[in-house]
């Protein structure tokens, strides 16, 4: 194989996720499956499992030139993540910064994918179901709340664990919205 190698994610099926990378790992390919931590309670014990941070994904360090049909052909792999028919190889600095998550000691869980300039809703607090755009500084996270009619906005700095996409907040049981 040549040593061109990039990290590409490959979708699996998933709570597959683990016994895949096995597979790939077998096959003398280098994988990564960032998990994190959950408790889970039944009504008589509290159990912690292991789960992947990306559920459905892993990433494997290939060279799509060298190799391509060994890895789709392992199973439980769905495909590897393209853009039209061309995968597309993940940042290494993102591997590595996911990598570098996963082995602090730091608590890491799934989060929304969320950018500037997304429409929000805080989650929690006294602006609980308000909705406004995600803005961002070196060291706070906003949302602007806009009167339209006015063409003026404010923004209030807010805990960013208390900020989802609108499009999940409001999919989630138990929550109102306000529109």
């Given amino acids: 194989m040549s040593q061109c190698k990039d990290w590409y994610a490959l979708q699996v099926r998933q709570q597959k996720e683990k016994f895949t990378a096995i597979l790939l790992g077998q096959k003398g390919y280098e994988t990564f499956l960032p998990t994190y931590l959950l408790k889970r309670r039944w009504s008589d014990r509290v159990k912690v499992l292991e789960m992947p941070l990306f559920a459905g994904y892993l990433f494997c360090r290939l060279d799509l030139r060298d190799v391509r049909l ?71 996270c906003r949302v602007v709340i806009s009167i339209t009619l006015l063409q003026r906005s404010v923004a209030v700095t807010v805990d960013r664990r208390d900020v989802l996409p609108s499009s999940v907040y409001s999919h989630l049981p138990g929550i109102l919205t306000t529109r």
């Fill in 70 to 140: 060994p890895v789709v052909m392992t199973p439980g792999v769905v495909s590897i993540v393209s853009f039209g028919s061309e995968p597309i190889a993940i940042p290494e600095a993102e591997i590595n910064a996911v990598m570098q998550v996963v082995r602090s000691t730091m608590s890491a869980e799934p989060w929304p994918y969320i950018s500037c300039g997304d429409e929000v809703t805080i989650s929690a607090g006294p602006l609980r179901g308000v909705r406004g755009i995600l803005t961002t500084t070196k060291s706070d």
